[in-house]
């Protein structure tokens, strides 16, 4: 399609490219004191035209014509650490608290202290915290947002996390769950340890 769009003599509209540098985002995360607590943004997917496409153009069979709003991940820093030595880092233990909700209704989905029914939930033993190794989850154990927007946390600190679906549960959602198809999340996620240390 691109290929089409550049050498389309008739169209006049331009064709604008953009290049984003991940090196910036991740350097913000890793320093959220610096943006003075506020908020860090990266656009992950654009708007626009997602239809599973032939080369001539035509919607390829057994596929619908789909379209995507902006898809970005934002975090910002809700509770500063105390103090900071180790930040997250990709293939560290991490031992977090976490709330879960549906940002356009506000309805909790998940969280770490969440029971169902009075009990908790199967596999959790009535932990109020749970472990993963950031950058090597398992696909669909945890959404794939958190390993780019915990990175570079602090034990102590907790931040927000706006999850779009593309690194949500995407157009399926999960209904068991209360996710809508599409969803966009917020998590509100605080590191407890780094590879078993509680210590800043």
């Known amino acids: 399609m691109v290929y089409k769009a550049v050498n ?3 169209n006049d509209d331009p064709v604008v490219f953009r290049f984003r540098d991940p090196v910036v985002f991740k350097k913000s995360l890793n320093d959220m004191e610096g943006t003075g607590g506020g908020e860090v943004t990266t656009q992950v997917a654009p708007a626009g035209d997602t239809t599973q496409r032939t080369k001539g153009g035509s919607v ?3 596929y619908k014509e789909t379209e995507q709003v902006d898809q970005q991940l934002s975090v910002s820093q809700l509770i500063p650490p105390k103090m900071c030595n180790r930040k997250a880092q990709v293939d560290d233990l991490l031992e977090i608290s976490y709330l879960g909700t549906v940002l356009d209704t506000g309805d909790v989905f998940d969280g770490s202290a969440i ?4 009990k908790g939930i199967p596999g959790r033993a009535d932990d109020v915290s749970i472990f993963f190794v950031l950058g090597k989850q ?6 794939p947002g958190w390993d780019v927007g915990l990175e570079g946390m ?3 600190e907790r931040r927000r996390l706006i999850v779009p679906p593309v690194l949500a549960y995407g157009e399926v959602g999960l209904p068991r769950r209360g996710i809508p198809p599409n969803a966009t999340l ?3 996620v605080t590191v407890v340890s780094i ?3 509680s210590t800043p």
Request: with cysteine.
């Open 8 to 10: 389309d003599e008739t």
């Open 115 to 118: 029971k169902i029914n009075g």
């Open 195 to 197: 590879n078993g240390l």
């Open 138 to 143: 398992p696909f669909g154990q945890f959404p």
């Open 186 to 188: 917020q998590y509100d």
């Open 60 to 62: 390829r069979r057994g």
């Open 154 to 156: 602090c034990v102590g």
